[in-house]
């Protein structure tokens, strides 16, 4: 089997550009899923909740 280099490398770029939006599917489904909503406020809560003083 003879697989020239170009053809490895067009493979290649778009499996990576597929793996890149499968990625950024996966992501946003998991930032917009409603049972995730809890957490990411109480992380966004857990910013503004610390002391806002130099450190000494």
Do not use: C, E
Not at 2 to 26: N, R, T
């Amino acid at each position: 089997m003879d697989i020239s280099h170009d053809a490895l490398v067009a493979f290649s770029k778009s499996w990576g550009l597929f793996y890149l939006i499968g990625l950024m599917v996966g992501v946003l489904i998991y930032t917009f899923r409603p049972s995730n909503r809890k957490k990411f406020d109480k992380a966004k809560q857990s910013v503004l909740d610390q002391d806002d003083k130099p450190w000494t």
